[in-house]
Every structure is written in structure tokens, then in C-alpha cells.
């Protein structure tokens, strides 16, 4: 039997090293050829579809490493675009626009790269079957605006129709089953569990939401009219959309109509002989390497958890403290480390994982003597923002979601639901607390004061570091209290330094360490690629369960069902959908 047992592992570790040794020999010959036909002419339009998913971060599978067709992370995006400014070879950029994964905060960093490369002269196009499924087309649009020409295929729409928010409300269905909802934050505006507790929109929270609308709206208003000789009135237009084609030709919103064959023989007319994708572009752009000065640059992407960094289910990123802190150790070991930047995307999640990344890159900070820049992603806040806080400058862009400076905990309740299916419980207890988080009955008068303590103490101690890290003159209850801020306020409240993106985070990095505008160095990432190796090892040992695009396909829109789950974290930002 044993014999046997083992002619069989025998067997399957032969089979499964000749798959490692047939992939491998796969993947080189087809990296050879591809490396081979790789060539961009003269007269080049680079092309790409802003459809296609943009990730934060570099990610790839085994079967995109093999196939080469890694998606393009927003980094590499950029920096394609810039160099493509001063590539003779290039003549400009077609995109593609219908819909986006892009938040409003990476589409601004983008926009500043499609203006450099029309000030050097280049085409900027874009052509799009319409904005937006009828309505939330305002990213689409805000992007295209920056583009010198717009396009549209006849009998389309702009779904320019403004912002909107929408805020889940469950208590009423939470009390006809029996489940009480026992939640207290630190402040009024720090309103993640309403959710649950309420059946409505407390004041104040519409408040918050009602400014966070106005300052995204106006954002985004002056960018469109400062892009776009419009021929009504902005608030006229939105108003009126969705808009056809036809009638957003009428009002200077696009340039003309046509299909895309008509665009591409207007293109050769011009001169354009040849397109290439932008994703075959990027792969002339090399980081420098050699004994060069390094700037590390590490990215939080995703809600901030405890442990290591994973992939829920649901396919939302949760940014491991524990991986965190392995990437600050890998960092400081850097040869030549100069400077740090800090690339937070995150809506935040644990006080306790924050706290841990902010106390691990100061002390990063303090120990090797190098500047750490902060750039904030789409979103910025509650953990996200304590993070932040680590940063000797803080770079925001106008249409971040940061903030949210408070707490909030608590407990779900199942006592009454227990008595409507007729289950009892008993316990036996030695501790006077014992069963504080116990779901089985409230918190009596005494637990009560030690939870909501416990809120206090996480409370004063996120608005004592803000203070010290910010030097804010302003009082704190007017900026604290769980406020959500965009970036632009953020600026203007003291809670960041300047408005730009990575870009001008990178530039800081390299002016506070000393670097001259001249001198080369190179980028050290983290997280850092896992190797085919590992690659080879999750294929074989896992199934990659796609729950989101499951659903979807199946007509279930699971966003609202993912910002109940942040409800598990006690220092995220409060569950709320901007629809743009």
C-alpha cells in the first residue's frame, strides 16, 4: 500500500515539474518574439482603453505573465504618457471612453500628463460609443475634457448628470427580525454605523455629505468649463442631461460624430500611418538600475487590516499591517535609500493596523534620516488618513476623499432574535466583563462606560498625532469629529500640504534628499512582484473565485454589500456611494 502511495506521489510531483519546465520554455519563447516585435515607427498614435481595468498597483497572474497581458497599472500608465511627450516617434494619443474603473482623484493625476503631452505639440483624441451608461458619466467626461478632440459614434449619450450620493439604510429590516444595533462613535460626523442604527440621514451627516458634493461638484465644473468653450450654461447642461450625441455637438461638449473606421481614415489623411497600445509602449520604459541613489516607494491599497496582505473574496484588497511592516523592514535594508513615498489608496479600516504602519514609518523616518512623502489615492481617510499622518508632506488631489478623523465600535444585538425563534442561552462567567462582546444581550451600565472608554482613548489619541504631525492652528473639533474632507479642503484646512498626484509626491522625494533635477536614481516598489515561482504555486493550489464579476453578470449590483462589510473595521470611512 505504502509502495503504492508512493509511485503515485512520484508520479504527480514528474507530472507537475514538467508543467513548471513546459511553462517556463512557453513563456520564454514567447517573451523572446514578443521582445522581437516590439518596434514603434515614426508617426505613431499610441492608443488606449481607458475600458480596460487600471490597476493602483502592479498585479498579474500566471496566465497574464505567460500571455502578456498584465493589466496596466496607473504608475506605468503615467509614465508612459510622459515619455511619450518627448518621443519623436510619437504623434500623440487616441483613448478610448466609455466607462472607467478610474477614481476621480487618478483621472486628475492623468489629466496632468495629457496636458504635458499637448503642450509638446502632440494630438490628444478620444473617441467613445458614450459616457456612461445614460447617467455617471461624469468621470468619463471630466477625463475626455482634458483631450484636445472628442469623438463620439452617432446615436450615443453623455451621461454628464452630476453627483450623487446614496447611503444605505437597514434598521428597518434589522428590527422586524429582532437585531439591535449597539453602536457609539467619537463624533456626531463620524457616522459609518447609521447604516444600522438609523432610518434616515442624521443631520449632520447630511451636512458633511451635501459639502463633500458641492466641493467634488465644483471641482469638477471648473475643469470642464476651463477645458470646453461651452455654449450654455454648466448647470443649464447638466440638467438636461443625459444628452445625445447630437445635441452635446450642439453644445460644444464633443467635437464631432462619426464611427470609428471614419476616424481612422481622418487620422491617415493627417499623417498617422501607425497605431501602437499603449501597453506594448510601455515596455520600452525601463527603471534605471545600476549603483543608483534609490527612492522606495510603498503602496497601501485597499482597507487597512490586520496580519497579511489578501484579496477578500468579494475582490476588495485588504493591506496587511504585517506585510506592511515586512515591506519598512525590506526598505531600510535598501542600499543608497534617499527618500520614501507613501502611495495611500485606502478608505481605512483597523485602529490598530493603522497605528502600527504610522509607528513603523516614523521610526523608518527617524532612523535612517530620509524625507517620506505622502501621496493620497482616491481615497485618504479615517485609517487611511492616520496613516497619512507618518508623512513629513502630505500630497492630496482636489477630488481625494480624506479625513474622517474619529472612531466608531459596538455590537450587534441578537437577543430579541433568539426569543422569536425560541432559543435561550445561559453562560457561566468568572469576571465581572466577562461577556462584554457577547451578542447576546446589550451592554449593561457599567460595560457601557468601559466600551465607550475605550472609543475615547483611540479618539484622543488619532487627534493628539494629527495635531503634533500637522501643527494646526485651527481648533480640532473643527476638522475632527469624523468630518469627511475632499482634498481640496483637506488643503485648505491644513490636513495636507499641496494638491497634485504621485508625480509631484516623486519630485518632493527627490528634492528633500538632496537629488538634483539632473541626477538619475532609481524606484524600488513594494509590495513587490511575487515570482513566477509563487505564481506557479497559487495556480496549482488555488481556485481564483471572481464574486463580483459573478454577480454582476448576473444582475446584482454588490457595491451596497461591501460598505456594510466595513462596518467590522472601527476606524473606516463611513459607508456611503458617489455616483459620478
Known amino acids: 500500500m505504502f509502495e503504492k502511495i508512493r509511485k503515485t506521489l512520484k508520479s504527480l510531483c514528474t507530472v507537475l515539474g514538467a508543467i513548471v519546465l513546459i511553462i517556463g520554455i512557453f513563456s520564454c519563447i514567447l517573451n523572446y518574439y514578443r521582445a522581437k516585435s516590439v518596434y514603434i515607427p515614426e508617426h505613431t498614435m499610441l492608443v488606449i482603453n481607458f475600458d480596460n481595468s487600471i490597476t493602483e498597483t502592479a498585479e498579474s497572474s500566471l496566465l497574464s505573465e505567460i500571455m502578456q497581458t498584465n493589466s496596466l497599472d496607473f504608475v506605468k500608465l503615467?509614465?508612459?504618457?510622459?515619455?511619450?511627450?518627448?518621443?519623436?516617434?510619437i504623434d500623440g494619443l487616441v483613448a478610448r471612453i466609455?466607462?472607467?474603473n478610474l477614481d476621480m482623484a487618478q483621472i486628475q493625476e492623468i489629466a496632468v500628463a495629457i496636458e504635458k503631452l499637448r503642450k509638446s505639440g502632440k494630438k490628444t483624441i478620444v473617441y467613445s460609443r458614450g459616457f456612461g451608461p445614460l447617467g455617471q458619466g461624469n468621470r468619463e467626461y471630466y477625463l475626455a475634457s482634458f483631450f484636445e478632440k472628442i469623438y463620439m459614434q452617432p446615436h450615443t449619450n453623455i451621461g454628464l448628470t452630476g453627483?450623487?450620493?446614496?447611503?444605505?439604510?437597514?434598521?428597518?429590516?434589522?428590527?422586524?427580525?429582532?437585531?439591535?444595533?449597539?453602536?457609539?462613535?467619537?463624533?456626531?460626523?463620524?457616522?459609518?454605523?447609521?447604516?444600522?442604527?438609523?432610518?434616515?440621514?442624521?443631520?449632520?451627516?447630511?451636512?458633511?455629505?451635501?459639502?463633500?458634493?458641492?466641493?467634488?461638484?465644483?471641482?469638477m465644473q471648473n475643469g470642464i468649463e476651463q477645458n470646453r468653450p461651452l455654449t450654455e450654461n454648466f448647470s443649464d447642461i447638466i440638467n438636461q442631461a443625459p444628452l445625445t450625441a447630437e445635441q452635446g455637438k450642439k453644445l460644444n461638449l464633443i467635437d464631432d460624430i462619426m464611427y470609428i473606421s471614419e476616424l481612422e481614415d481622418k487620422l491617415k489623411k493627417e499623417g498617422i500611418e501607425n497605431f501602437a497600445d499603449i501597453n506594448d509602449y510601455a515596455e520600452f520604459i525601463h527603471p534605471n538600475s545600476g549603483d543608483l541613489p534609490q527612492i522606495a516607494v510603498l503602496n497601501i491599497n485597499g482597507i487597512i487590516n490586520?496580519?497579511?496582505?489578501?484579496?477578500?473574496?468579494?475582490?476588495?484588497?485588504?493591506?496587511g499591517s504585517d506585510s506592511i511592516l515586512a515591506d519598512i523592514a525590506a526598505i531600510e535594508e535598501l542600499d543608497n535609500l534617499k527618500a520614501v513615498v507613501v502611495r495611500v489608496n485606502s478608505p481605512g479600516g483597523s485602529y490598530t493596523a493603522s497605528d502600527e504602519i504610522y509607528f513603523a514609518l516614523k521610526k523608518l523616518k527617524n532612523d535612517k534620516k530620509i524625507p517620506i512623502i505622502i501621496s493620497q489615492g482616491g481615497y485618504a481617510a479615517s485609517g487611511g488618513y492616520f496613516v497619512s499622518l507618518a508623512g513629513d508632506v502630505i500630497i492630496t488631489e482636489p477630488m481625494t476623499i480624506?479625513?474622517?478623523?474619529?472612531?466608531?465600535?459596538?455590537?450587534?444585538?441578537?437577543?430579541?432574535?433568539?426569543?422569536?425563534?425560541?432559543?435561550?442561552?445561559?453562560?457561566i462567567k468568572v469576571g465581572k466583563n466577562a461577556g462584554i462582546m457577547s451578542s447576546n444581550q446589550p451592554f449593561n451600565a457599567d460595560e457601557k462606560r468601559i466600551f465607550n472608554a475605550s472609543l475615547d482613548d483611540v479618539y484622543n489619541d488619532f487627534t493628539k498625532k494629527t495635531l503634533e504631525n500637522r501643527q494646526l492652528t485651527k481648533n480640532i473639533d473643527d476638522i475632527a469629529r469624523g468630518r469627511v474632507w475632499t482634498g481640496a479642503q483637506a488643503v485648505e484646512l491644513g490636513l495636507?500640504?499641496?494638491?497634485?498626484?504621485?508625480?509631484?509626491?516623486l519630485t518632493y522625494a527627490r528634492q528633500r534628499s538632496g537629488l538634483k533635477?539632473?541626477?538619475?536614481?532609481?524606484?524600488?516598489?513594494?509590495?513587490?512582484?511575487?515570482?513566477?515561482?509563487?505564481?506557479?504555486?497559487?495556480?496549482?493550489?488555488s481556485a481564483e473565485i471572481?464574486?463580483?464579476?459573478?454577480?454582476?453578470?448576473?444582475?446584482?449590483?454588490?457595491?451596497?454589500?461591501?460598505?456594510?462589510?466595513?462596518?467590522?473595521?472601527?476606524?473606516?470611512?463611513?459607508?456611503?456611494?458617489?455616483?459620478m
Open 306 to 319: 490586520d496580519g497579511e496582505n489578501a484579496t477578500d473574496i468579494d475582490g476588495e484588497f485588504l493591506v
Open 517 to 541: 533635477p539632473e541626477d538619475s536614481f532609481k524606484i524600488a516598489t513594494f509590495p513587490q512582484q511575487k515570482s513566477f515561482k509563487e505564481k506557479l504555486y497559487e495556480a496549482i493550489f
Open 98 to 100: 466609455n466607462t472607467t
Open 546 to 579: 471572481s464574486v463580483p464579476k459573478f454577480m454582476t453578470y448576473n444582475g446584482v449590483d454588490i457595491r451596497y454589500l461591501k460598505l456594510f462589510k466595513r462596518l467590522q473595521y472601527d476606524t473606516v470611512l463611513l459607508p456611503f456611494n458617489i455616483n
Open 163 to 219: 453627483i450623487g450620493i446614496e447611503v444605505p439604510f437597514a434598521r428597518p429590516v434589522l428590527d422586524k427580525i429582532g437585531v439591535y444595533p449597539e453602536f457609539y462613535a467619537r463624533y456626531e460626523y463620524k457616522n459609518a454605523m447609521v447604516s444600522l442604527t438609523d432610518k434616515e440621514m442624521p443631520a449632520p451627516y447630511r451636512e458633511n455629505m451635501q459639502t463633500l458634493v458641492k466641493s467634488l461638484m465644483t471641482t
Open 496 to 505: 495636507a500640504d499641496e494638491l497634485g498626484g504621485y508625480g509631484k509626491a
Open 402 to 427: 480624506t479625513g474622517s478623523i474619529g472612531v466608531f465600535g459596538g455590537k450587534i444585538v441578537l437577543q430579541n432574535l433568539w426569543q422569536k425563534l425560541g432559543i435561550t442561552w445561559q453562560n
Open 78 to 89: 503615467l509614465q508612459s504618457v510622459e515619455f511619450a511627450a518627448y518621443d519623436k516617434n
